[in-house]
């Protein structure tokens, strides 16, 4: 589990962890995270609707373990890295749900408020 503690915090280094329902302002050029957990048993996954690429583009998308693989049911936390580029607001919404059910069989709903200054 060391070696994945440091690809976590390797991913994470230089950038800024964002909440949901929380407004943040970031400069131009700033990397930021969105750390979401998942449990790959269940099948449920967060899902990015569309967004604004003409302000920021996603980097990476990485999922860490958070317990060792034999355990039944194991949570996941996967990090989504943007860089912002372009002065403006933009809002980013995730949602869990099952790939094959649809967006409108969502669960839980995310909603990230950014202002780019």
Same mark, same amino acid.
């Given at each position: 589990?060391? &070696?994945?503690?440091?690809? %976590? ?7 800024? /962890?964002?909440?949901? &329902? ?5 400069? @131009?050029?700033?990397?930021? @995270?969105?750390?979401? $957990?998942?449990?790959? &048993?269940? !099948?449920? =996954? *967060?899902?990015? +609707? ?6 920021? !583009?996603?980097? +990476?998308?990485? /999922? &860490?373990?958070?317990?060792? #693989?034999?355990?039944?049911? =194991?949570?996941?936390?996967?990090? *989504? $890295?943007?860089? !912002?580029? %372009? ?10 749900? =099952? !790939?094959?059910?649809?967006?409108? /069989? +969502? @669960?839980? $709903?995310?909603? %990230?408020?950014?202002? #780019? #200054?």
């Amino acid at each position: 589990m060391i &070696f994945l503690c440091e690809k %976590y915090l390797k991913e994470k280094k230089g950038t800024i /962890s964002i909440l949901p &329902f929380i407004p943040y302002y970031l400069k @131009v050029g700033e990397d930021f @995270v969105i750390e979401l $957990k998942e449990n790959h &048993f269940s !099948s449920f =996954r *967060w899902h990015l +609707s569309n967004y604004d690429r003409d302000l920021i !583009s996603l980097i +990476s998308k990485k /999922s &860490f373990d958070l317990a060792p #693989i034999h355990i039944l049911g =194991r949570k996941h936390i996967v990090i *989504w $890295k943007f860089r !912002s580029f %372009y002065y403006g607001k933009i809002t980013l919404q995730f949602n869990l749900y =099952r !790939s094959w059910e649809g967006i409108n /069989s +969502s @669960v839980e $709903k995310l909603i %990230y408020y950014i202002t #780019i #200054i």
